[in-house]
Structures are given as structure tokens and as C-alpha cells.
């Protein structure tokens, strides 16, 4: 695996509405992903994950403003001219969206979606494109390809269409993929051949993948290592195999305990109250309220990213309560 990040964020924000009223979605969030590495970003909705997505696209809406620094191999994303704006989207990262069909013009045949973006940025001629097309397709195991492109998205299963979604983020040859949920409107079993294919490319063309879930086990199952973010923040991060058995935030331990048993009948723990946006935070703890550990420190002053044994952790007293938070997970 290559070391050196093909994307930093540095204390990376995002606000909205305007100078009027501004709101913040996304705080202070530092992040690498090298080539070769998957990193798994997860929380529940609501949390920025796929904000810090569309900033790193620079497709963030209208009166939203990210801030801070985010480099893709070195360069500031933000700062991208607008030609190199378009080269850098074209050419060098991909994004797989959650639904499939919101993302396809009905109307338009599954080859002028994977063809058209290809042969507009000059990359390739339309016969060279829907021989790429058709090659990659096989590779995932898409059968007759040839025939698929004269298909319509209403006319494929959706596992199948996630597929084509693929298809298309792969047919540049990007260096980079965000993968926003690219499961969530599929069942279970479709989720693993769809993450199976997608590990299997991610994995023989050494790309950098940035995997956006709501869904913590199946992060832990694709991601070399994990970022838990709760209100627009970071909470903890590291190897997604020490985070995911051994949780050092009360948070990430509260995600681990509330999720169903594949192997034994439990009753689930839910996280109690509702989660909150960065902009309703308070100036100490954004989970404090919903933490049976706060303490008056932890609702007065926001604690911040801090190593802690093999990890970074936001919170006052994780040396406290580790060993509890391990228990409660495990038992």
C-alpha cells in the first residue's frame, strides 16, 4: 500500500445558509486516504458524511461553503481552477451514489449513461468507449454486455443497475472512488455480491476508496480502517478491526450494541434521544445527551481528537470507561 494520501482534509468545514444565518453541518474533520486504501466513514443520517463527500467533488449546494484544507495528491481541491475543476471529476476520482435510479435518466439507454461523460471529457472516441464498457462489465460479471446497453435502467434488477453504477465509476480509470452507501436500497444478499465486485476492482486496480455507511458492521467488513462521526465531527478513528471489537467512544460502542446478533437472540441496546446536527451541538460534548457516562466537564467543554492507546478518540474520559464500553458491546 502507498503511504502518501491521494486525499488529506484538514480541518475541514461546512457551513449553509449564508452570511445571514449561518448554520455548521461539519466541523474541523482531518482525514487521509491513500491509493490502495479503504477507509470507511460511518454514522448515522444526518451525521456529514456525505457532505464531506459532495465537498470533496466541490458539489456541495447552493449557500453551502466548505472550508479548510482538502488536497487530492497534493493539491487543493478547493482552489481547482474550472478546467482543472472538470479534470480532476473526469479523470481522477469517481463517485458511486446510494440509488441508482435517481441518478439515471430513465429516458436514456444504459450506454448513453456509461458512455456519454467518457466521450464529452475526451477521454476516449464512442467505439473505444463501449469497448471499455463492455470489458468492464465482464469483469464484474455482467453477462451479454452488448445487450445491456441497449437496455433501460426500469428494464434492470437493481442489483444489476448498482452494478452498471460501478461500471461507470470505473470506466475512467479513477484513482479515487467515493462509495455513498452504494448498498442501501439493495437486500442483503445483493449488498454482498455488489461489495464483493466492488472490493474485487478496488482491490486489483490499487485504487484509494472512500466508503460513506450507516451501517457499522458492513463498514468493518470492507475498510482497512474506520472514521465514526457523530454531529458533523469525528469521534474516533483507527484499524477498522481494533474499532469495530474494541470501541473506545461511547458513541461507536452504542452503534456496536444496538445492531442485531447474526448468531445469538439479543435484546438490542438503542442509543437513547435523537442524534443532533452540528449546528444544535452545545459548547461541550455533542453526545453528552445521550451518554450515560457525561459528566458536567463533558456538557461544558468539547473535547477534542486525542491519541488514546492505538487510536483517536473525542472524549474526556475514555480511560474511565473502555473497559466498560468492551463489556457492554460483547456481552
Known sequence: MNSAPLLRMRDVGITTGGRGNPRALVRDVNLTVAAGETVGLVGESGSGKSMLVKSAMRLLPRHTEAHGHLDFEGRSVFGFSPRELAAYRSRDVAL?????????????T?????????????????????????????SIGVTDPEHRLTQYPHQLSGGLLQRMMIVAALLHSPKLVFADEPTTALDVTVQSEVMAILQEQIRERGLGLLFISHDLDLAAAVTDSLAVMYAGTVVERGATAEVHSRP????????????????????????????????????????????????????????????????????????????????????
Open 96 to 108: 458511486i451514489h446510494q440509488d441508482p435510479r435517481a441518478h439515471t435518466n430513465p429516458l436514456r
Open 110 to 138: 444504459i450506454g448513453d449513461f456509461l458512455i456519454e461523460g467518457v466521450v464529452a471529457g475526451g477521454l476516449f472516441s464512442p467505439r473505444e468507449a463501449r469497448r471499455r464498457a463492455c470489458e468492464t462489465m465482464a
Open 248 to 331: 473506545l467512544h461511547p458513541y461507536t460502542a452504542g452503534l456496536l450494541a444496538c445492531r442485531p446478533s447474526a448468531t445469538a437472540v439479543t435484546r438490542l441496546q438503542p442509543i437513547p434521544g435523537r442524534p443532533i446536527s452540528a449546528y444544535e451541538a452545545g459548547p461541550g460534548c455533542a453526545f453528552a445527551a445521550r451518554c450515560r457516562f457525561a459528566t458536567e466537564e463533558c456538557r461544558t467543554d468539547r473535547p477534542h481528537l486525542r491519541t488514546v492507546e492505538d487510536r483517536l478518540v473525542a472524549c474526556h474520559r475514555v480511560e474511565r470507561i473502555g473497559a466498560e464500553l468492551t463489556r457492554a458491546v460483547h456481552s
